[in-house]
């Protein structure tokens, strides 16, 4: 299973981006889908997330600006972007918890980053 991101880059502030992230290879099944982000000395922190069950949840410093969603035909989950930030400069990784084969215990997989610049 691999999961490549894609769409990250410079914005000024106030402009909008949307990330995506697709899976690949083999897949039975997929439950939580996620965005992270990863800015220069600071932890890794959960952007947004679709759980397998439950509400979609945000960060309350995105609430409003940023939207998560999936495409479950495409083995894709999205984020808009709108009302950027330079707060909002970092590192985005989507990752997804996914049961590759039948009978093996779900994991979680990570894509590769891609860079978010935001202009003030």
């Known amino acids: 299973v691999q999961l490549q991101a894609s769409g990250g880059g410079l914005v000024q502030a106030g402009g909008s981006l949307r990330l995506s992230c697709a899976a690949s290879?083999?897949?039975?099944?997929?439950?939580?889908m996620g965005w992270y982000r990863q800015s220069p000395g600071k932890q890794r922190e959960l952007v947004a997330l679709?759980?397998?069950?439950?509400?979609?949840r945000y960060v309350t410093s995105v609430t409003g600006r940023f939207t998560i969603s999936k495409d479950n035909d495409k083995n894709t989950v999205n984020l808009q972007m709108n009302s950027l930030k330079p707060e909002d400069t970092a590192v985005y990784y989507c990752?997804?918890?996914?049961?590759?084969?039948?009978?093996?215990?779900?994991?979680?997989?990570w894509g590769q980053g891609t860079l978010v610049t935001v202009s003030s």
């Open positions: 290879g083999t897949i039975r099944n997929i439950y939580d």
């Open positions: 679709i759980p397998s069950t439950g509400s979609t």
């Open positions: 990752s997804m918890t996914i049961q590759a084969r039948f009978g093996e215990q779900p994991r979680d997989y």
